[in-house]
């Protein structure tokens, strides 16, 4: 990809569990979320709910992240949840397993509720996804989970939400809401690190001028 580069300053970063620093604990440790002093930052109130929810909701930190950058008002994330559930973004399965992040009902709901622009890409390259960045564009894209320890080989691909905040000729910037230590926030990777993980899919959200 020849375009220049362009990174977006400035995006504050979430984790999709209470504390950044408390995520190590959470995934390497099988730790229970609720230890983190943190875990009710995000709305929730009820242990149980935050403890089945919490490590599903990457693509609703995304969006939490892109929202708070474009200075958009938005409830928290446990009202988000409720809000997603009923536009059928998530659904729970008989199993009582989830099938969610939908990608269209997702878009649908937050042109509605927030006036952001979302462009449903499923079959797309990663370069290709990060060539529609510009001022007033981010992206999220379907990646592994594994991506948070980029030096391993990884199993499979996507399963995992990520916020793309920049690119230049040779990879992208992006926040990682199950990160560990360097690789949470402002992440560089190259797009050859990057393809292993990714699942040729993702959206692109923008905003209007103005």
């Known amino acids: 990809m020849n375009e220049p580069t362009l990174r977006h300053a400035g995006v504050p970063y979430h984790t999709q569990w209470g504390s950044p620093e408390w995520v190590r604990h959470i995934v390497e440790q099988n730790g229970d979320p609720c230890d983190d002093p943190g875990w009710q930052k995000s709305g929730f109130s009820d242990p149980e709910r935050y403890r089945f929810w919490a490590k599903r909701l990457c693509g609703l930190t995304c ?89 391993r080989p990884n199993e499979r691909r996507g399963g995992h939400l990520i916020l793309l905040h920049g690119r230049d000729a040779n990879g992208v910037w992006f926040h990682n809401p199950s990160g560990i230590g360097p690789q949470q926030a402002d992440v560089y990777l190259p797009f050859a690190t990057m393809t292993r993980f990714y699942a040729g899919r993702g959206m692109v959200l923008s905003v209007s001028e103005g």
């Open 63 to 151: 969006l939490e992240s892109a929202l708070d950058y474009w200075r958009i008002e938005h409830p928290p994330r446990a009202a988000l949840l409720d809000e997603a559930l009923a536009r059928g973004v998530y659904r729970i399965r008989d199993d009582g397993g989830v099938d969610g992040l939908i990608y269209h009902p997702f878009a649908a709901w937050v042109q509605q509720a927030f006036g952001v622009r979302v462009d449903v890409l499923s079959e797309a390259t990663l370069e290709e996804i990060a060539s529609r960045l510009n001022s007033r564009t981010l992206a999220v894209v379907s990646v592994s989970p594994e991506i948070r320890y980029p030096e």
